[in-house]
């Protein structure tokens, strides 16, 4: 089992940056493909990033790239989401998200993550 838990969510203005991280209890995640998701208040959830097992291989939604960074740090058994220049549209509800992969392309589709965190709320204010 891996317990994961987000933080770092909170109220910022347009433009403004976040960094998100997640940690992970239970087990190592070396050999876990690791991924964001949101959710926005009446849609479904969608991809954001994720990244290899092994930090070689990054994806990322096209809404977001050249504005988010998906990093992790195995030592700490942490992925983390550095968000810049946010939108109000952005605001929602953030998940950390690992599935157990040797693949080196990360996933994409949320229904094929094992597990999942309790989400970090993100509101960006226009």
């Known amino acids: 089992q891996v317990q994961l838990v987000e933080s770092g969510g909170g109220l910022v203005q347009a433009g403004d940056s976040l960094r998100l991280s997640c940690a992970a209890s239970?087990?190592?995640?070396?050999?876990?493909?690791m991924g964001w998701f949101r959710q926005a208040p009446g849609k479904e959830r969608e991809f954001v990033a994720a990244?290899?097992?092994?930090?070689?291989?990054?994806v990322y939604a096209d809404s977001v790239k050249g504005r988010f960074t998906i990093s992790r740090d195995s030592a700490k058994n942490r992925v983390s989401l550095q968000m810049n220049s946010l939108k109000p549209e952005e605001t929602a509800v953030y998940y950390c998200?690992?599935?157990?992969?040797?693949?080196?392309?990360?996933?994409?589709?949320?229904?094929?993550?094992?597990?999942w965190g309790q989400g970090t709320q993100v509101t960006v204010s226009s």
């Open positions: 998200a690992a599935r157990y992969s040797g693949s080196s392309r990360p996933e994409t589709t949320g229904g094929i993550y094992a597990y």
């Open positions: 990244i290899s097992w092994n930090g070689g291989s990054t």
């Open positions: 239970g087990r190592t995640l070396r050999s876990y493909t």
